[in-house]
């Protein structure tokens, strides 16, 4: 990928908050914001975990009119309050021209409340009670769709779906549209939801963090003691242009993507991660040799871990296979606030390579002597000049991007 | 002139291994015996009580052969083993190794609902009354990418593996994306396909849209109704044309050129006008420089909804012009029905065995074509190609989604 593509807008809803101040305030502070999830439907086993980094939707309906909102499901109503979002913070007005913007998005589960209340009326009350409206916004490409209808947006229109790493794919998606000519400008979409049942299914897959002796229930990415994941729920949009396109238009970028990559570890499980560290190691050396940098340009890393036991044991033992003998950069894990899903990790990563400090990962305390990393959690951390986004995903997936400051 | 070279085209790149799971059966063989027979493999079918449906007509792939679950399996959907069997077909035409691991390849997977069926009776457990005890097993292959990775794990893959989502058009984009990776130098070769299996959601939810035609599907034809819902999966081995060259492998064929774009127009019905697939097929042309004059003939979406086939059709009209009394089209959906997220590998299969056995696949259906739309569409049996050369193969989705590829035979 050459220097040619650029990140001009964010737009963010999650836990944290509405816009990417609120997101960089709650990185800040360090803390995840986590909710109570409603386990009246009994879904949920005795004793299981009990909290999710629950969007703040409160400032949708500002963003979406009601009337369209109805017709929308959860994660597309958030997509597309996070695409507005975005485009403002880009400086396109409403009503910009977007016969030729494309669209690409991730999620990893899809419009999960939609296609419950679906099976519910298909396996419960008859297949002849499933509502055509559900049906039509149960597809995972739902969200991208109605991004498309909110503004007219005529270019390629894609979604992607690779558990944890449905992002980062996204995102080299798109920067491929643009390097290829194929679009000016792309809007990148993650966005997940949270629900009940979703959550319970999670936990009896023993995923989701619980509280034990060492600490309260929350993601402790790369800690001894973690136990788990948080799940987030959440939209992050956003717009990559052309170089030329956003010098055009006199655009202020926020960062620049100069690569993307991908790998895959066939060890993996179908619900867990493997043990293919070497081999993801030396992809990653590939990846970064085919972008003509090394290992030791990288001065920041902003990781996917998300306090999976055994994710951020293959995250952490790839790294240090990629730099083989040397010193890792610093290292920041944001799904320790963020929580898993949602694009919150995504929106972090580049606001950090863009210069924005990223503050400390939450929930780490204790090395873990395996993995033998130990996040940053504080302090001074120089403005990064080559930034590796990494994300591993359950299954077998791994993605990275190399970014840097506009 | 080798489809490879052609000036102000992306490059091509080979095709050098197909597999297929269809109705007709497990293989390539089965498929093109079942397509030139203009026999329809749509028609009752078992995997489902679907007596309280709307219809009752299906694809479906018996279990057999690479449907089955191998002893001991409990854990993968039939949609992970639709995938296996193709890609263990397509690269043994292909003559690759079952373990992947010394090659620089990646997997480019369309799929809509991956283990669907499979949740289904494990919801029917959990959202009943009496809520029942279920296994969570069940679940393990659910999710929608879960076909494309079980092909990777199966095989040892390292390079890049993602997942199409987006409906109809998720296998096209797919193949596409393998075209753009190939192309970037960022692998040697891809396995690029999609797989879908029936599951009781996507049948009553088209249902509830009045989509499915209580006969089998009938593109084109006047009296159509709506579309068959069909199942399998299909595999294509895509490789640079000097990688191909450089290990002797047979060249089968070329994939020159993918294009896409958005109606922006309706969450389910196509743009009428067909403008938006029209644009997807002129990226696609420009992608492969070539005109629409030059295509030999196309495998159109083709699903037998009324809305669909008159969009397409005039989407034909305004790329194809004149030409279009001439130019032999074929639906696949009419024979195998709708293969969903996987719809577009199945039919650049057929499209690729079209120009393989020098013959495009009549499009079953009962009922004159429609005589407003001016199509040539083959019917009845296959059609002898002459000195083909490119084919165009489509793909509209929910969402307005559309996508397009063009295929290009190899002279021998």
Known sequence: MSTGVVVTGIGVIGAFGTGRAALLEGLRAGE????????????????????????????IAALVPPALARR??????????????????????????HAATGIVTGTAFGPAWVTEQLLRQILGQGPDQASPALFTESVASASAAQMALAIRA????????????????????????ILDERCERVLVGVVEESIPVLHALLDRFQALARADAHGPERARPFDRHRNGITAAEGAAVFVLESAAAAARRDAHPICRLLAHGAAFDPSAQAHDWGHGEAALGRSLRRFLARAGRSPEEIDLIVSGASGARR????????????????????????????????????????????GFRPGPTAGYTTIDPELGIAPWTGGELPAPRLTLLSALASGGAAAWALVAPA | ???????????????????????????????????????SAIGPFTRF????????????????????APRGDRRSSIADRFALGAAREALAQAGLPSQLDELSCGIYFGSSTGGMFESESYFADLLGEPRRASGIGRLTAQQTCSPGESVG???????????????????????????????????????????????????AGFNSLRAVDPKACRPFRAEREGMSIGEGAAVLVLESAAHARGRGARILGWLVGAGASCDAHHMTAPDPQGAGIARAVEAALADAGLAASEIDFVNVHGTGTPHNDAAEANMLRAVFGDRLPHLPLTSSKGAIGHFLGAAGAIEAVATMLCFLHGAVHPTPGEGAVDPAMGLDLV?????????????LSTNLAFGGTNAAIILGSEPV
């Open chain 2, 49 to 68: 009580e679907h007596q309280r449906f709307r219809t009752q007509l299906a694809s479906e792939v018996r279990e057999a052969g690479a449907s089955r």
């Open chain 1, 154 to 177: 005529r270019g390629p229109n894609q979604t992607l779906t690779q558990r944890e790493a449905s992002d980062l794919l996204a995102l080299g998606e798109a920067a491929r549209w």
């Open chain 2, 153 to 203: 794990r199966a095989h040892g893959v390292h390079g890049p593996v993602q997942t199409v989502a987006s409906a109809c058009a998720s296998a096209t984009l797919a193949l596409g994306n393998a075209l753009a990776a190939l192309r970037a130098g960022e692998i040697d070769m891809a396995l690029a396909g999609g797989s879908d299996s029936l599951c009781r959601l996507t049948y």
């Open chain 1, 311 to 354: 994710g951020d044991r293959l995250e952490a033992l790839t790294l240090r296979a990629a730099w083989e003998s040397g010193k890792l950069p610093p290292i920041v894990a944001p799904k320790g606030t963020t929580g898993e899903y949602g694009g919150g990790f995504l929106a972090a990563g580049l606001l950090a390579a863009g």
């Open chain 1, 72 to 97: 929308m499901s959860p994660p597309a109503r958030m997509a597309v309050a996070a695409m507005h979002l975005a485009l403002h913070d880009a400086g396109l007005p409403e009503g910009a021209d």
């Open chain 1, 32 to 59: 995840p914001r986590l909710a109570e999830v409603d386990r009246s439907a009994g879904y949920h086993r005795p004793g299981g975990a009990r909290l999710a980094a629950l969007a703040d939707l409160s400032g």
């Open chain 2, 1 to 39: 002139m080798s489809p490879a070279q052609r000036p102000g085209g992306g490059e091509a790149i080979a095709i050098t291994g197909l597999g297929a799971v269809s109705g007709y059966g497990d293989g390539t063989e089965a498929l093109w015996q079942g397509l030139a027979s203009g026999a």
């Open chain 2, 379 to 391: 019917t009845g049996s296959p059609r002898a190609l002459c000195g083909a050369r490119y084919a």
